[in-house]
């Protein structure tokens, strides 16, 4: 399968977004978006997508204590929204 295979692309998440509102097709997004917005429906009821997430930045901003702790807090929440999955 190639893109030929698509009437409709795009590499814009946020054009994503709204074409699927709009009933283009199918889209991926958080299940918190998704059911948040009543222009769409789920097409499936299970995970269909899994992958790694991976909080990165500059060698030296890790070791900035405003850029740690963000990184902190994320790594905790992401970590709790994951085992819930």
């Known amino acids: 399968m190639d893109e030929s295979n698509f009437s409709v692309r795009t590499d814009s998440h946020p054009t994503h977004w709204e ?3 709009l009933g283009t ?4 997004m958080p299940v918190e978006l998704g059911d948040a ?3 769409v429906e789920r097409a499936f009821d299970k995970k269909t997508f899994g992958g790694e997430v991976w909080l990165v930045s500059h060698r030296e901003l890790r ?3 405003r850029v740690r702790t963000v990184f902190d807090f994320l790594a905790g929440e992401l970590a709790k929204y994951y085992d819930q999955a």
Do not use: Y
Not at 25 to 28: A, L, S, Y
């Open 25 to 28: 097709g199918i889209g991926m």
């Open 63 to 65: 070791m900035n204590l």
């Open 19 to 21: 074409m699927t509102k």
């Open 37 to 39: 917005e009543p222009a």
